[in-house]
């Protein structure tokens, strides 16, 4: 009997299902199972919960949240780019200049995002 010749992704996407399944199962069955009024607890980052969870919030926190997001997002375009920009396997030579004007642009956009929300005074907690 021949083993058929799987595409690697499907071998890696088996092995990892395999250890998801294989994990839980192990802790389901080796894990605590005593259960105490502290364990039920919803978890607020090491401080126990006082009040309602549903109460509003200030309209800063999303601010902050967002552009969080934005410059995270940043950092998702910039690593591959520093890192690809002049190794050998990377941009071609040819198309160096063009990127680099590409992500100078991308900066600056993103430095006039910036200097937007600190003039409308995202930065400033009262």
Request: net charge neutral.
């Amino acid at each position: 009997m021949e083993i058929p010749n799987l595409p690697p992704l499907f071998v890696f996407a088996a092995i990892l299902v395999g250890f998801v399944v294989t994990n839980i199962a192990i802790a389901h069955l080796l894990g605590p199972k005593k259960k105490t009024a502290v364990k039920d607890m919803p978890y607020e980052s090491g401080m126990d919960p006082v009040g309602d969870a549903r109460q509003p919030f200030d309209v800063r926190f999303y601010l902050v949240a967002i552009l969080f997001l934005v410059f995270d997002v940043e950092l998702l375009f910039l690593y591959p780019w520093a890192v690809a920009a002049y190794s050998d396997l990377g941009i071609p030579v040819e198309l160096r200049d063009t990127v680099f004007g590409v992500m100078v642009v991308f900066m600056a956009t993103l430095g006039l995002a910036w200097v937007y929300a600190l003039r409308k005074g995202v930065f400033r907690w009262r």
